[in-house]
């Protein structure tokens, strides 16, 4: 089982960045599709983005294409979460995931086929003025 540790969370303006890190220990990294959710208040938990541990692709939300992007350091267990241009929607506890499948359709996220194996505890983030 990994154990997932994010931090990098916080307070930002409208229009400014953030980057989030999500540290994993006890599993080969490596080999690990790794993504990134978030759930704001009164809604369910949603799909951000995706790293595969498979030539590197990534898949985003439409939501925050453009403006997050998420890479990896698997000689650091790492995996991260860049967000710029952030907009008050984008307010919301932030969740590391690893996942046991990963699966795409047409391109995009398919939330019905995929499953997580693990969570993180989460870190807010809250865009405000």
């Known amino acids: 089982q990994v154990q997932l540790v994010e931090s990098g969370g916080g307070l930002v303006q409208p229009g400014g960045s953030l980057r989030l890190s999500c540290a994993a220990s006890?599993?080969?990294?490596?080999?690990?599709?790794m993504g990134w959710f978030r759930q704001a208040p009164g809604r369910e938990r949603e799909f951000v983005a995706t790293?595969?541990?498979?030539?590197?692709?990534?898949y985003y939300a439409d939501s925050v294409k453009g403006r997050f992007t998420i890479s990896r350091d698997n000689a650091k267990n790492t995996v991260y979460l860049q967000m710029n241009s952030l907009k008050p929607e984008d307010t919301a506890v932030y969740y590391c995931?690893?996942?046991?499948?990963?699966?795409?359709?047409?391109?995009?996220?398919?939330?019905?086929?995929?499953?997580?194996?693990?969570w993180g505890q989460g870190t807010q983030v809250t865009v405000s003025s």
């Open positions: 006890g599993r080969t990294f490596s080999s690990d599709d």
């Open positions: 790293s595969t541990s498979w030539a590197g692709k990534t």
């Open positions: 995931a690893q996942y046991s499948q990963f699966f795409t359709t047409n391109g995009a996220y398919d939330v019905r086929n995929s499953r997580v194996r693990s």
